[in-house]
């Protein structure tokens, strides 16, 4: 994040010592396929990282935080009000019967009686940690949350993703807490999958650049997708299609990282 933050914890200044906050919250463990216990998008992907830090004495070393859940207006930032309605209401029980219509036509997404509220939570818990750095209080912060949201668009759940968590802390400190003097700030998306939602909320925002790492999908001539792992090494800046003037990409072996950059001048290199 590029700015200028308006206060700094008094425990750190008087110390010295880095305050780094931790967030997780079993809740978010409540969100789960009922149809295949095996999914690779399970609780276990946190609860195993969360057991991994109390193993090392993690916690005992950080600033531990409280789970909140985002407020409607926040997530609406990002996504639809349609959307979020459908999130909020998808774990009632009157929406029981219609839960697998609505996964039927969604690509790779389940519902149960636990995701709406996991859902707000990871929104709500991403956008304490930025909150609580921009401020100063902490001077650096991890949420351990789920379900993941690289991929949920304005107004479509996508690929285990029901909000676009880290595209909804982003608009809330540019959008929402001009005080916090946030300027520009920088999303790194470190996945085997590209983060197109992420992507999409902001190819039109020059305030936010856009770093994705991942595996490289090529396009065949009848659109279908593939992975290529093939070794390219080479490092260029071409156009970007509809989503932004400009692109750069980094290719490893098997990967490639694309950067989005609005305001960025065409160069190769």
Not at 4 to 27: I, W
Not at 45 to 55: D, H, Q, T, V, Y
Not at 122 to 136: D, F, H, I, R, W
Request: charged share 25%; proline share 3%; hydrophobic share 35%.
């Amino acid at each position: 994040m590029e700015g200028r933050s308006k206060k700094k914890g008094k425990e750190s200044s008087a110390s010295g010592q880095r305050r780094v906050g931790l967030l997780y919250d079993r809740r978010m463990c409540k969100h789960y396929t009922p149809n295949e216990p095996k999914h690779v998008e399970n609780p276990n992907r946190i609860r195993s990282i969360w057991n991994r830090l109390e193993a090392s004495n993690v916690p005992q070393r950080c600033v531990l935080l409280e789970a909140k859940k985002a407020e409607d207006r926040h997530v609406r930032l990002v996504h639809s009000r349609h959307h979020v309605n459908m999130i909020k209401n998808i774990s009632a029980r009157g929406f029981k019967s219609r839960r697998s219509q609505i996964t039927s036509e969604l690509n790779s997404v389940y519902f149960n009686e636990g995701s709406s509220a996991a859902a707000f939570l990871a929104a709500g818990s991403t956008v304490e940690v930025v909150e609580k750095v921009a401020s100063g209080e902490l001077d650096s912060a991890v949420a351990i949350v789920r379900p993941p949201g690289h991929h949920a668009e304005h107004n479509e759940a996508m690929r285990f993703c029901l909000f676009n968590n880290a595209a909804v802390a982003a608009r809330y400190l540019l959008d929402k807490r001009p005080d916090l003097d946030v300027k520009k700030i920088l999303i790194v998306d470190w996945d085997v999958h590209h983060g197109n939602g992420t992507q999409k909320t902001f190819r039109n925002d020059s305030r936010v650049f856009f770093f994705s790492v991942h595996r490289r999908y090529l396009i065949d001539h009848d659109n279908k997708v593939y992975v290529s792992t093939r070794s390219i090494s080479s490092i260029e800046q071409i156009s970007f299609d509809s989503f932004s003037p400009f692109r750069s990409q980094i290719f490893f072996r098997g990967i490639s990282c694309y950067c989005m950059c609005n305001h960025a001048s065409p160069t190769r290199s």
